[in-house]
């Protein structure tokens, strides 16, 4: 009997404050959780999976595992030029969030794919590994280091293009990727990007010298997720109710 692929919601948010899309992570977690609790015997899990696109206003955030030192300003500076400062409850270190990144979100019950937080976080690199190979670029991994980079080998030219950050409740994922599309990297001159000090910043539409087509990116971050994890992709709307 053909294995009966899992399906994704692909919700598209758009543009939402960053504290609205944590909010509306934890209320499809909490719930896929209580459907775990209610079904603990039943298999496949009767969990919905979802990937969310957006994009955030200008904001800082930073892991529970993270370093205040990381932030090269004060909070009351960020205030004044009206970029937020949140901190999370993903892993991972300071990142910057703001227009023009795409971030996604994937709320997954890793039960019904396989156990493996590490596994997981490979997978979600090479979705953007294969994502930037359509547009003739190049993603790498960086040994010891989570996300995406460009010429991680050569300390002289290493960037990262996207970076990542989970959290993991009875394997049900949240949080997930920020994608540099067509960012303004001077943001990232405010931080010490994911805690690494001798690491730069990249973004897409800086390697192709034009800007990019953010609905473009996320057909093929789509198209990208669904194989990677052998899934299939059943629905497309927006809201974040």
């Known amino acids: 009997m053909e294995k009966v692929k899992q399906q994704i919601v692909v919700n598209d948010l758009g543009i939402i404050d960053y504290q609205a899309a944590w909010d509306y992570q934890e209320k ?10 209610q079904a603990a015997d039943q298999w496949p899990k009767p969990t919905t999976n979802y990937l969310l696109f957006c994009e955030h206003p200008p904001v800082y955030t930073i892991g529970k595992s993270g370093h205040m030192e990381n932030l090269l300003v004060s909070e009351e500076e960020l205030a004044a030029r009206g970029i937020g400062f949140v901190p999370t409850n993903r892993g991972g ?3 910057f969030h703001g227009p023009g990144q795409v971030v996604g ?5 890793l039960e019904n794919f396989f156990t493996d937080i590490g596994k997981y976080l490979r997978c979600l690199e090479e979705v953007i590994i294969r994502t930037l190979a359509e547009y003739g670029v190049t993603g790498d991994r960086s040994q010891g280091e989570t996300g995406v980079w460009l010429d991680p080998h050569d300390k002289t030219k290493a960037r990262k293009i996207c970076a990542m950050g989970v ?7 949240m949080h997930g990727f920020a994608l540099n599309v067509n960012t303004l990297l001077d943001y990232f001159n405010n931080i010490i990007a994911c805690g690494i000090a001798d690491k730069q910043v990249a973004s897409l539409d800086k390697e192709l010298g034009h800007a990019v087509n953010m609905e473009d990116v996320k057909a093929k971050l789509s198209k990208h997720f ?6 299939e992709i059943v629905t497309s709307y927006s809201s974040a109710e």
């Open 105 to 109: 979100y994937a709320i997954i019950d």
């Open 167 to 173: 959290r993991c409740s009875r394997w049900v994922t």
């Open 93 to 95: 270190d300071i990142t």
């Open 28 to 37: 499809l977690l909490k719930e896929n959780v209580q459907l775990k609790s």
């Open 226 to 231: 669904a194989a990677v994890f052998d899934a």
